[in-house]
C-alpha cells in the first residue's frame, strides 16, 4: 500500500544525571542502603531522572534537535546535571488511516 | 511617600501572605504580582517569596522561570531594579540565571526546618546595609533543596568580588562547615545567600519575613527588610530626580 505519510511522532527519553563530582545525595543513600540488602559490590550509585516524550517533525534529526533544545532549556540544568537522548523510535500516521 | 515592594504570587508559593505583612512593618505597601502578568506595576522593588512555585515539579524554581513575570523581573533586574529572592524565590532566581550558583538537595536528604544563624558578609549593599557589621542574624529555614553549589572557580569568584552576603555559622561566629549541624544543608563554604555582580539582585535561603517580630522568636528579619525598603526608597527618589519635575 502507498499510503501518504502525513505525521510523524518521534519518541525519545532524555535520561539526566548528577553530573560527575556533583553531590548526589540519592545515589548516597541508595548505596548507603545496600548492606542491610545484604548486596557487595555495588557502587558509583547515581540517581537521576528519565523524561520520555513524543515529538511532531518532519524528520528525525529536527526532532532530536527539538529535544536538545528543551533538555537544554529546561530539563536539566547543566551547571550540576548532564543528559543523554536516546531514540525510542518513530509513530507514522498515513493519510486515510483508521485511527485506533 | 508610600514605597511600593512587589511579592510575586507564584501557583505554590506560601510565604507570600507572610512576606508581604512584614514588608508593611518595614515601611513598605506591598503589592501582588501575579505569574501570569508580565507587568510589574512600577514597584520600587520586588521580592519573590518562599514556597514551592508550580509545584517545584522536576527541579526547584525551574518552571517559574519561564512564566510571564519572570520575563519582566529579568528585565526589571537588568535595568538596576532591586530584586530579593527568598528560598524557593532564590532557587527560582539561580535558576533563572539572575544569582549564580545552584541549589542542590540537602546533604542529610532531609527538608529541615529550623532556627539557624547567619553572619553578613557585607553590610553596605541593599540587601544588609541596617545589618550590624558581623551581626549574626538569627532566622529559620524550610526547605529540602537549599545546599549551595558552585564549582570552585565561581566560589573564588564570588568570595573576591565580595558577591556572599550570607553564610550560616556556629555559635563562636566562624563558617559552618558542610558536616556541622549549624549548615543545615551541607552548602559549600557555608554560603547562605549571594548577590549578582551589579549587587542589585540577592537571594537566601533563610526566611527574614518568619523572623520579623521578637514575639516570634526574632526580629533579625527585619534589618534585611528594612534595608530593601529603604534601598528602594532611596532609588524611587534617585530616579525621580533623574527624570526631572
Not at chain 1, 27 to 41: D, F, M, N, T, Y
Amino acid at each position: 500500500m502507498n499510503a501518504e505519510i502525513v505525521a510523524t511522532q518521534f519518541r525519545f527519553a532524555v535520561n539526566v544525571l548528577p553530573k560527575e563530582g556533583i553531590l548526589d545525595p540519592q545515589g548516597r543513600a541508595v548505596e548507603q542502603s545496600l548492606p542491610h540488602l545484604g548486596l557487595a559490590g555495588i557502587g558509583q550509585v547515581r540517581v537521576g531522572r528519565r523524561v520520555e516524550l513524543a515529538v511532531d517533525a518532519p524528520d528525525a534529526a529536527a526532532a532530536r534537535g527539538l529535544v536538545d533544545h528543551l533538555a537544554r532549556e529546561l530539563l536539566c540544568n547543566p551547571m550540576i546535571e548532564q543528559y543523554a537522548i536516546e531514540a525510542l523510535g518513530a509513530i507514522s500516521a498515513a493519510r486515510g488511516e483508521v485511527g485506533g | 511617600m508610600s514605597i511600593r515592594v512587589g511579592v510575586v504570587v507564584f501557583p505554590g508559593s506560601n510565604c507570600d501572605a507572610d512576606t508581604a505583612w512584614a514588608l508593611s512593618r518595614a515601611g513598605a505597601e506591598p503589592v501582588e504580582l501575579w505569574h501570569e502578568h508580565a507587568d510589574l506595576g512600577g514597584v520600587a522593588a520586588v521580592v519573590l517569596p518562599g514556597g514551592f512555585a508550580y509545584g517545584d515539579y522536576l527541579r526547584a524554581g525551574v518552571i517559574a522561570r519561564f512564566s510571564p513575570v519572570m520575563r519582566a523581573v529579568a528585565g526589571y533586574a537588568a535595568d538596576g531594579g532591586i530584586v530579593l529572592g527568598i528560598c524557593n524565590g532564590f532557587q527560582v532566581l539561580a535558576e533563572a540565571g539572575l544569582l549564580p550558583g545552584a541549589l542542590l538537595r540537602n546533604r542529610s536528604l532531609r527538608f529541615v526546618c529550623r532556627d539557624v544563624a547567619i553572619r553578613a558578609e557585607r553590610v553596605d549593599t541593599f540587601f544588609t546595609h541596617r545589618v550590624a557589621e558581623r551581626g549574626v542574624l538569627r532566622m529559620p529555614v524550610a526547605h529540602g533543596e537549599g545546599c549551595y553549589y558552585a564549582d570552585e572557580a565561581t566560589l573564588d569568584a564570588l568570595e573576591r568580588d565580595g558577591r556572599v552576603l550570607f553564610r550560616y555559622v556556629d555559635d563562636d561566629g566562624n563558617p559552618a562547615r558542610v558536616e556541622d549541624r549549624e549548615n543545615p544543608n551541607g552548602s559549600l563554604r557555608a554560603i547562605a545567600g549571594v548577590m549578582n555582580a551589579a549587587g542589585n539582585v540577592a537571594g537566601l535561603m533563610p526566611h527574614p519575613e518568619r523572623a520579623a517580630d521578637a514575639l516570634l522568636g526574632s526580629d533579625d528579619g527585619m534589618l534585611v527588610l528594612r534595608s530593601l525598603v529603604e534601598s528602594a526608597a532611596a532609588r524611587v527618589t534617585t530616579m525621580a530626580a533623574g527624570t526631572g519635575r
